[in-house]
Nanobody
Framework: QVQLVESGGGLVQPGGSLRLTCAAS????????MGWHRQAPGKEREFVAL????????DYADSVKGRFTISRDNAKNTVYLQANSLKPEDTAVYYC???????????WGQGTQVTVSS
């Protein structure tokens, strides 16, 4: 069965960095684009970043462009999100998800909490 397991969240001061990891299993990872989304308290879940199946293309939400970097290691079935220059408004639960060819996300991890606070 498809499983996505996020890790790497935590409490960090404004301006700090975190590296989120999503370990995938149960499917051919290298055939799928993967995305990161986040949901802050009281808000809807929003797109953060996307990476193509082979890592050849990426896309970012305007709010994180220039601060976050998505990458993947197909040999390890893992996708990463390097989050730098973190702001309090980046506080949220971060989820990784598998994107189907029709651009819909069909499997989600359980999420990892990121809290940016002094």
């Amino acid at each position: 069965q498809v499983q996505l397991v996020e890790s790497g969240g935590g409490l960090v001061q404004p301006g700090g960095s975190l590296r989120l990891t999503c370990a995938a299993s149960g499917f051919t990872f290298s055939r799928y684009a993967m995305g990161w989304h986040r949901q802050a308290p009281g808000k809807e879940r929003e797109f953060v970043a996307l990476i193509a199946y082979n890592g050849g293309a990426t896309d970012y939400a305007d709010s994180v462009k220039g601060r976050f970097t998505i990458s993947r290691d197909n040999a390890k079935n893992t996708v990463y999100l390097q989050a730098n220059s973190l702001k309090p408004e980046d506080t949220a639960v971060y989820y990784c998800a598998r994107r189907r060819p029709d651009r819909k996300y069909d499997y989600w991890g359980q999420g990892t909490q990121v809290t940016v606070s002094s």
